[in-house]
């Protein structure tokens, strides 16, 4: 409800001294083996079918193009193409194979290095994927790609990110200069905890309160639901983001939040915000912890290339040496250093928890903010238990203390072994996690919160970090490449 549908078309490229029919027949050879691409049937040869193809695309309501070089191609009006549509552009270009050398030979793998330079000397900005040159199969391959790294750069684009609250206290590690999100495109708006306390109990008696109760209730299950009577209050919470949302989202298409969840949120709203956050997860709506402007970004270029949904974690605790030996040692491939504990108090979304989920209450803060000894009130509603085992990215796109823009990306899984603790929390696996989180992690003071995708995607998320002109996007290198920061001996 709240990611772009792409819509992606093809617009055939034909230098004027090589037969159009190659370009027309490689691109319809293309368009029989991908799902969902719209066709331009005009052959570009020159600047005049370039607006004629341009009107075209339009016309059929494409947000993403891909411009393919059926032989060598026509730089100028190719590279126009890219210039004057309003969304992100991919191109790739055709292999010889069908065809004799003689007539049916294209020159299209020396046309993208005239393309490039071209595109370098209009200053236009576009996607070319590692291997740009193939065969249909391969360039059907490359265009379900796109379509994902092409949902990111659409999402960012149209994005605001809406704030309640400043930073808890000596969280300085989510420090937020807004300059990187003006450079990515990104709006902001930011709001007091009180606009949104205000905006709350706004929302008291909303009719719609019961139907959203009625839907917790349906997903925590009757062995999930401990606090039943924290319900009403969690639905107006959420009804009130939603409307937020709809109503602030002004020029924009898209929203996600970082608000405030402690130490004064519950003790005024009467709750943790933290099972609200993980169903608006569930949607599409990141809403990051303690007022993460970045890790909301990250969430939601997460979200954005899986089509599902994220969460945001700690990088958060040791696995002990007992549970390593008893569970991980013989059965996986990971030293002790490969694993470590991601936590959250519990905005992880119920799909991607296991069974024993539960609404609960937050240990921490109930150690901090309510009487010793006393049964939790306002600390409740979190949602706790294991995250579910499989593939995960870890990543996070950060503008850092002085304004520069990087990231990093590490896939690995969180493994079917339960964690003993609180929260919500799964035992994570990367490889070379200890010297990833020493000489990235540290070496280039990142904050503590990643961004959790729930598959592998970090070929995708590198070329949208790419596009974005990220310059420093580092990874788990594997044993043998060293860190520059990593000592040699």
């Known amino acids: 409800m709240n990611l772009p549908n792409v819509k992606t078309g093809i617009i055939a490229v034909s230098r004027d001294c090589f037969p159009i029919e190659l ?73 010889e194979g069908d065809g004799d050398l003689i007539n049916g030979r294209g020159d299209a793998y020396c046309g993208m290095l005239n393309c490039s330079y071209n595109l370098d000397m209009r200053g236009i900005k576009a996607y070319i994927p590692e291997q740009p040159v ?48 003006y450079e990515l495109g990104v709006e902001i708006e930011e709001n007091s905890e009180l606009d949104l306390l205000v905006s709350y109990k706004e929302h008291a008696d909303d009719p719609r309160i019961a139907g959203v109760v009625e839907d ?47 130490p004064a949120f519950p003790q005024q709203f009467g709750f943790e915000p933290c099972y609200v956050n993980s169903r608006l997860a569930a949607k599409g709506i990141p809403v990051s912890c303690e007022v993460d402007i970045y890790g909301a970004l990250s969430e939601f270029i997460g979200a954005a290339v899986t089509e599902d949904a994220v969460t945001i974690l700690d990088i958060n605790n040791t696995v002990p040496k007992s549970i390593y030996d008893a569970e991980i040692r013989n059965t996986y491939d990971y030293k002790l250093t490969d694993t470590f504990m991601g936590f959250h108090c519990g905005n992880t979304p119920v799909c991607k928890m296991c069974d024993d989920r539960a609404l609960k209450y937050q240990l921490i803060q109930h150690r901090l903010l309510e009487p010793k000894g006393s049964a ?44 003993t603790s609180f929260g919500g929390i799964g035992i994570f696996a990367i490889h070379e996690m200890g010297r990833f989180y020493r000489h990235v992690l540290i070496e280039k003071h990142y904050p503590h ?18 596009y974005f002109g990220i310059k420093d996007i580092a990874f788990n290198q594997p044993a043998g490449m060293r860190y520059d920061t990593e000592n040699p001996f």
């Open 23 to 95: 370009s027309t027949k490689r691109r319809k050879n293309i368009v029989a083996k991908t799902d969902g691409v719209y066709e331009c049937e005009i052959t570009v040869e020159n600047e005049t079918d370039a607006l004629k193809a341009l009107e075209d695309v339009k016309a059929a309501g494409c947000n993403a193009l891909v411009i393919f070089l059926g032989n060598f191609g026509p730089e100028t009006p190719e590279t126009i193409i890219a210039q004057r549509f309003d969304g992100p552009c991919m191109f790739v270009a055709a292999a």
């Open 134 to 181: 193939g065969d249909a199969e391969e360039i059907a391959e490359m265009i379900q790609k796109f379509k994902r790294i092409a949902a990111a750069i659409l999402a960012v684009k149209n994005l605001k990110i809406i704030t309640f609250g400043p930073r808890p206290q000596d969280f300085y590690a989510c420090n937020a200069p807004i300059m990187g999100l």
């Open 449 to 466: 919160h990643g961004a959790v995708a729930f598959r592998h995607c970090g070929s995708e998320l590198f070329e949208v970090f790419k």
């Open 216 to 262: 917790m209730a349906a997903e925590l299950g009757a062995t999930g639901n401990n606090y039943p009577e924290m319900l009403d209050r969690l639905a107006q919470y959420e009804l009130t983001l939603l409307d937020w949302a709809e109503a602030h989202k002004g020029a924009r298409k898209y929203v996600a939040f970082a608000n405030k969840c402690w």
């Open 376 to 419: 939790p009130d306002f600390t409740r509603g979190t949602l706790e238990g294991d995250i579910k085992d499989g593939e995960i990215t870890f990543f996070r796109l950060q503008c850092d203390s002085h304004g520069t823009l990087r990231a990093y990306i590490a896939e690995g899984e969180v493994l079917p072994v339960a964690t």
